[in-house]
């Protein structure tokens, strides 16, 4: 069967569809066959990332590896079961195309709370979730004494993540392997970056998940967006004399390949 990987957060600019782009991509220029879907049925950044891709590659005459990204596919009300959910069995009909031609399948999640989520996240194998390196976003995974600035509680969306374990138990299956990104990291050792830092350490420990660093703050990631290229991709268009930024940027690639762990995976590009 495919490995999952989910890439989830509840709070948007993230740098959820940027990681999937890379992740993805670096899986499929690893050799490895790629599946990918997005559930933001609305903004749909990452299948968006993907659609800029396949027309720079046609318009340059270029040939990349990439990630084969499909929509959800529609349902007719007829075809579902009595009290099935529609979004649950488009999701299920998705996974199901995508599993016996993918080692991998890459999925996006929403910036917000929903169904599909939801889902999704109990299919992970491997869950990703991208983190501003900030107590704004630190909320979404758990409350903190404004005082001590330590860890009352854990939040909704730690709360989902472990509900979602929990279904895989009862299911037989393995246990979630769960990295917390810390993204948009500053330069300087900050005494707030420091603060963050130890807070997640200390969360870690208590609900289970690994600490990894991300994305730094690169304007190269933006730029990159309409044409639907990565950092591992420049070389190949032609990109030549790479700033150091691009150079460090694309070091984080290889280290988040990295702490990743996925089976198989030796990221040597």
């Avoid at 027309?55 to 959800?72: K, Q």
């Avoid at 004399?241 to 198989?264: C, Y």
């Amino acid at each position: 069967m495919a490995h999952i990987i989910i890439v989830g957060n509840e709070k948007g600019g993230s740098g959820k569809s940027t990681t999937c782009m890379h992740v993805g991509t670096a899986l499929a220029r690893l050799g490895f066959r790629v599946g990918a879907l997005d559930l933001d049925l609305r903004q749909k950044s990452f299948g968006r990332y993907i659609e800029n891709r396949r027309a720079y590659l046609e318009r340059s005459g270029l040939t990349l590896p990439t990630p084969d990204y499909r929509d959800l596919p529609e349902v007719e009300p007829g075809a579902l079961a009595a009290g099935e959910n529609a979004f649950d069995h488009r999701l299920s009909l998705a996974v199901a195309a995508l599993e016996p031609v993918s080692d991998f399948i890459v999925i996006d999640c929403p910036g917000s709370h929903t169904r599909l989520s939801q889902v999704a996240h109990s299919l992970a194998d491997t869950l990703i979730t991208p983190l501003n390196d900030s107590f704004i976003d630190f909320d979404l995974l758990a409350r903190v004494d404004p005082e001590t600035n330590k860890v009352k509680g854990p939040s909704i969306y730690s709360e989902m993540v472990w509900n979602a374990r929990q279904l895989r138990a009862q299911a037989g299956l393995k246990p979630i392997d769960w990295i917390v990104l810390r993204n948009r990291l500053g330069a300087q050792q900050m005494h707030n970056k420091k603060k963050v830092g130890a807070a997640l350490e200390d969360l870690s420990k208590r609900i289970g998940f690994r600490v990894a660093p991300g994305f730094s703050e690169r304007v190269i990631f933006r730029e990159l967006f309409p044409r639907g290229l990565t950092l591992l991709d420049l070389k190949d268009t032609g990109v030549e004399g790479l700033n150091l930024s691009n150079i460090a940027a694309r070091q984080e690639v290889r280290d988040l390949m990295t702490e990743l762990k996925l089976p198989g995976v030796v990221p040597n590009f």
